[in-house]
DNA sequence: AGCACGCCGACT
DNA sequence: GTCGGCGTGCTC
């Protein structure tokens, strides 16, 4: 008998281990580590899916304290070829090591969404009354299709014993297929005799005698040329053979691009090359200012790792995933190209997905969750704006894609190149002690293009103006190069201030019911939304609380800011792009090639404008407020909005026509702003060291937030100080804990919200602490209580 | 997560 | 006396 250990799809504590499973004797030989099964799971035996993980002997099961006769079945084995192999599952194991979350949740992270089974309760009617009042003619009703009173009512009627439950698992993908005919018989074909009458037939036979035996069409495109009777009509007489042929989703990105040789890389370039390539296992920053040439040095590396008889993996960060980036790759590489993001389909990502574990791909590019795609004898990892903070995940599994990119470098003997041109501090830090590799690239590639100038203008000179949003000097400025017919590119830096509306009598804003947050206004959809938990209500034409009429919008979201430019300059021609307009798929790449094709002057957007886009006839960019990062209640602060800066200013002159930069600011005497106006890095790293040293944060401390939450605000209290004394218990008097405090936001989805932060350097029982936080939330009196774990969290939002 | 077992209140 | 409320514990 074959026993396999397996990881059922129950993401709870209790049930995050492996169980034992017999495996069908017909499968003994079959089944292998990393196949997807369906198990009957609980009391119930409902259909679960797990994950093979292991085999097992019988002493050992039986040692474990299980009779043999007690275990179960595998139902149905999901896979003929593992879709986990070894390495996945060795970095599963790695991975709970340092994310908190639940093995389960870890191996569905690597998947593709199609791969993971759904789950559905089919009901049959026992008694013909229930059958006739309630299933009408079907044998059988799914439960999911009902709504939640039939939902009640069956639930009902099967305690009665009227209706009877079974359990079902589905596994979800599919491939898609398209019919093709093939020419198999010319024999026969010749053979034929055909009526003088069918016109159609006959023409289609002569077609056909002119054509090789072996020859393959689509279906469609025969039907199209003659008609499907007589298309039919071959095939029955055997001349024609029609098969199902499996068709990617996504061949599409492959047209219309033309292939595109390697650039000469210039001294510095070269030399980052060569050290890339002859690689000791250290991984590699690659610090290159804006336009210096990163992205050639990625191709070489990848092209050289290709000709090696090895594969690659670049991530790039999401918002830079877009057609005109990938286009690079494909230009490059043809059909060695994988693309992963998340603009695909769920069908679409598994036929990326089984192209990459097929071996038909070299090299993947994709956002975060690709740095887990099933790529063999994998040579370079390539982390493109390695400061990113989209690279962390911010759910569960809260893993940081360059640590997951570290470990399978490791296992591979791959190169690793984080590459950015305002590295993270973290990154830096270590290049500086020596456990990466600095390699720098301060030149610009193209020689014409100057590093644009930046201009701060202090808005606090500028309060009095007649433009709520914008100073004179920047107005003019965009009407002088909108009158020389060349583009301008303005950001509005949204986080964390958004349009609301307010009562000019009584002051009062609305706010989300279920949020601590007041509600952003959408003027093309009429209405007020929470974007945190997505609640929408209609605009008040008076106020809520004095009847008032006197609401009026404040702020300056990005709609705000197009309508008061477009009032100021009604010539100009605007495109805004922000997540509203790009919502739409394909929407981002269709503003970004008419903006590029001159079809706008002014491209308004928000921080994803930042990000690549290079078009020659920008030659001014506008930050309209720099400020609105700096003020959010986070130590990385000041090194977002420098490298957002920085990266903006990169936008502009990067043609032979120079640029010009603007940045509105009201703190234009912040280090952060002033060091991105002269492009200092250096010296913006040593000052934010400087603070982060003094204040215990990373990189000199390592950081693990806790988020305790709770419907009562009163009991969230008294649970953190728990929690901080449970975790003080473990903790030496060298780590410090802050907090609890209220989250920046105290209320989201009806729960209250307060975070702790551990500080710490070497902690040998941190684990521990963490483990004994998990136990109490098991606890049944903490059932409403949510407790979230993440190491080194990004946001603190 | 979801289900059964089991121990208490409101009814035949 | 029973039906059913949901609190507690377990799932190979």
């Not at 709870?12 to 079959?30: G, I, N, W």
């Not at 599919?174 to 009526?195: D, E, R």
């Not at 053979?241 to 990105?253: G, K, W």
């Not at 921080?607 to 700096?630: E, R, S």
Request: a neutral charge; charged letters at 25%; aromatic letters at 8%.
């Amino acid at each position: 008998m074959k026993i396999a250990k397996i990881i059922v799809d129950v993401p709870s504590m209790q049930t995050d281990k492996p169980f034992s499973y017999v495996v069908p004797e017909a499968l003994e030989t079959l089944v292998a580590i990393g196949m997807r099964v369906h198990v009957p799971f609980g009391r119930g035996n409902r259909l679960m899916q797990g994950f093979i993980v292991g085999f097992e002997s019988q002493e050992l099961v039986e040692n474990q304290g299980n009779r043999l006769q007690d275990l179960k079945v595998i139902a149905e084995v999901l896979d003929f070829e593992p879709v986990l192999n070894a390495e996945q599952l060795a970095l599963a194991d790695k991975m709970r090591e340092t994310v908190f979350a639940y093995k389960i949740s870890i191996l569905k992270a690597m998947l593709p969404n199609l791969l993971n089974s759904s789950y559905d309760k089919v009901l049959t009617a026992l008694d013909p009354q229930v059958a006739s009042d309630y299933f009408e003619n079907a044998d059988e009703i799914h439960f999911s299709s009902l709504d939640e009173v039939m939902q009640a009512t069956m639930m009902k009627l099967q305690r009665e014993g009227k209706v009877s439950v079974r359990y079902v698992a589905q596994s979800k993908e599919t491939i898609k297929t398209k019919k093709v005919v093939s020419l198999t018989n010319h024999a026969q074909l010749l053979a034929l005799t055909i009526s003088a009458r069918a016109k159609k037939k006959l023409a289609m036979q002569t077609f056909l005698q002119h054509e090789p035996e072996g020859k393959v069409w689509d279906n469609t495109e025969l039907v199209a040329l003659f008609s499907r009777d007589v298309v039919k009509f071959f095939i029955g007489n055997g001349v024609l053979t029609l098969s199902d042929v499996e068709v990617s989703r996504s061949q599409d990105y492959f047209e219309n691009i033309e292939t595109d040789t390697q650039k000469t890389l210039n001294a510095e370039q070269k030399a980052a090359y060569e050290a890339i390539i002859t690689s000791q296992d250290k991984p590699f920053l690659l610090e290159g200012v804006t336009g210096s040439g990163k992205t050639e040095v990625y191709l070489q590396v990848i092209a050289h790792v290709i000709d090696a008889g090895k594969t690659a993996i670049m991530l790039v960060p999401e918002i830079s995933l877009t057609p005109m980036m990938t286009s690079r790759f494909i230009a490059r590489f043809g059909e060695n190209v994988a693309i992963m993001h998340s603009g695909l389909s769920d069908g679409e990502k598994y036929d990326e997905w089984r192209k990459i574990a097929a071996g038909k791909a070299k090299v993947v590019v994709g956002a975060r969750s690709a740095i887990f795609v099933p790529l063999a004898n994998i040579g370079a990892i390539i982390i493109d704006e390695e400061h990113e903070t989209s690279y962390k995940q911010d759910s569960n599994p809260r893993y940081h894609a360059r640590d997951i990119a570290l470990l399978r470098a490791q296992y591979h003997g791959a190169a690793l190149v984080l590459g950015s041109a305002t590295p993270s501090l973290e990154t830096r830090a270590r290049a500086q002690q020596g456990v990466y590799q600095l390699l720098r690239l301060t030149q610009r590639a193209n020689q014409a293009a100057q590093i644009p100038e930046v201009r701060l203008l202090d808005m606090r000179k500028h309060l009095n103006d007649k433009s709520a949003s914008f100073s004179q000097v920047m107005l003019d400025k965009i009407a002088e190069k909108v009158s020389k017919k060349e583009q301008v590119v303005l950001m509005l830096n949204r986080r964390g201030y958004s349009s609301f509306i307010m009562c000019r009598d009584c002051g009062f804003v609305p706010e989300c019911p279920n949020c601590d947050i007041s509600l952003t206004l959408h003027m093309d959809t009429k209405t007020l939304n929470c974007h945190y938990c997505g609640h929408t209500q209609g605009i008040p034409y008076t106020c809520p609380n004095c009847q008032s009429n006197k609401i009026r919008y404040y702020g300056s979201g990005t709609q705000k800011v197009e309508e008061e430019l477009q009032e100021l300059m009604p010539e100009a021609r605007i495109l805004r792009m922000d997540v509203d307009t790009t919502k739409k798929k394909g929407a981002h790449e269709r503003i970004l090639s008419s903006f590029g094709a001159g079809q706008a002057d002014i491209l308004l957007g928000t921080q994803m404008i930042a990000k690549g886009l290079d078009f020659p006839n920008v030659t001014l960019v506008g930050v309209i407020n720099a400020d609105t990062a700096l003020n959010l209640p986070d130590f990385r602060a000041s090194e977002r909005t420098f490298q957002l800066l920085t990266q903006v200013a990169g936008r502009a002159g990067r043609a032979e026509k120079s640029g010009e930069v603007l940045i509105q600011t009201f703190n234009p005497d912040h280090y952060a702003i002033k060091l991105a106006q002269t492009h200092d890095y250096e010296q913006f790293y040593q000052t934010e060291m400087a603070f982060r040293r003094k204040l215990a944060y990373p990189p000199y401390y390592f950081t693990v937030q806790l988020v305790i939450s709770h419907k009562n605000e009163e009991i969230t209290v008294k649970k953190s100080y728990e929690i901080l004394s449970l975790l003080q218990a473990h903790l030496t008097d060298k780590a410090r804990v802050l907090g609890p405090i209220a989250k920046p936001i105290a209320r989201t989805h009806n729960l209250y919200h307060y975070q702790l932060l551990i500080k710490y350097r070497f902690e040998d029982h941190l684990a521990d602490a963490l483990n004994d936080v998990l136990d109490l939330t098991q606890l049944r009196e903490n059932k409403e209580l949510r407790v979230m774990i993440d190491s080194e969290p990004q946001n603190f939002m």
